[in-house]
């Protein structure tokens, strides 16, 4: 690597050390729009299996880029593949949310049901901030904003376009090759953060079917013995019957209680 690439690359991550939240998008990269290459245009090529992981000495930068069709995924969003989906930036040192000087009013605040963190989320700008009970800032997660609801997959009920669920990820049946995609980012906080529990919550269809305990073994398995999660940070649950197969991924502190799974239409 020469000198004029550690040159710029060193300027782009002091620039990474600093929050703007005023922009939609996080340091020239706008969910939907850029795509892989603009990203490694700005950072460089990730040094992670999955290309989408950056860690440096004050922060770990994960992207997440579009895998799935419309036609694979209805709820995902009409994008090509490699697009920026969200840009998520956990700090070593978090900052004080009081410290950013956001206006509050613009924010949607939802009260995680299994630990004391408050996530604040902008429907507008598409940014959410993970708030611990100690008012210091966890994650900040740069996705979609309201004026690209336009691009999604299919038209989302009302209701369901303003949630906004405290779950790291959630996902259906899909190839283990994509699910290995999603891991990595889980695995990279877990790594990351070693006072938090990761918890995999499985759904089957049928109430007799093994299919969901079967695959969250395969996830944890890929967890621990690939990504090297401590075992003891990553801990499965049958979450009973959903509609279809159904994954969830939480990252809690090990002091919170379990998540609750929430079962319906069972078989």
């Not at 710029?8 to 850029?34: E, F, M, N, Q, Y």
């Not at 790594?191 to 049928?206: C, E, P």
């Amino acid at each position: 690597m020469n000198k004029t690439f550690n040159s710029t690359l060193g300027l782009c991550l002091v620039l990474l050390a600093s929050v703007s939240v005023d922009a939609k998008a996080w340091r020239g990269i706008v969910p939907l729009h850029s795509t892989r290459k603009d990203v490694e245009r700005i950072l460089g090529i990730s040094k992670d299996p999955c290309k989408c992981i950056y860690k440096t000495a004050t922060e770990v930068i994960t992207v997440d880029y579009a895998r799935q069709t419309c036609h694979q995924n209805a709820n995902g969003w009409n994008i090509p593949p490699d697009t920026v989906v969200t840009i998520s930036v956990s700090a070593t040192t978090p900052p004080l949310f009081s410290d950013l000087k956001i206006d509050e009013r613009k924010y949607t605040q939802t009260r995680d049901l299994h630990t004391t963190t408050i996530y604040y989320f902008s429907e507008e700008d598409g940014i959410t901030f993970q708030v611990s009970d100690d008012g210091t800032v966890g994650t900040i997660v740069y996705g979609p904003s309201s004026s690209d609801s336009k691009l999604r997959c299919r038209q989302v009920a009302e209701a369901n376009s303003k949630r906004f669920e405290p779950v790291f990820d959630e996902y259906g049946d899909i190839a283990f090759n994509d699910e290995k995609a999603r891991l990595d980012n889980f695995a990279a906080q877990l790594n990351h953060f070693t006072d938090l529990v990761g918890y995999i919550v499985t759904y089957s269809v049928r109430r007799t079917s093994t299919e969901a305990l079967n695959r969250s073994r395969r996830a944890r398995n890929y967890l621990v013995r690939v990504r090297r999660v401590p075992a003891d940070q990553v801990i499965v649950i049958q979450g009973g019957c959903r509609d279809g197969l159904t994954t969830e991924l939480y990252i809690l502190p090990r002091s919170s209680p379990l998540p609750r799974p929430q079962s319906y239409g069972c078989k």
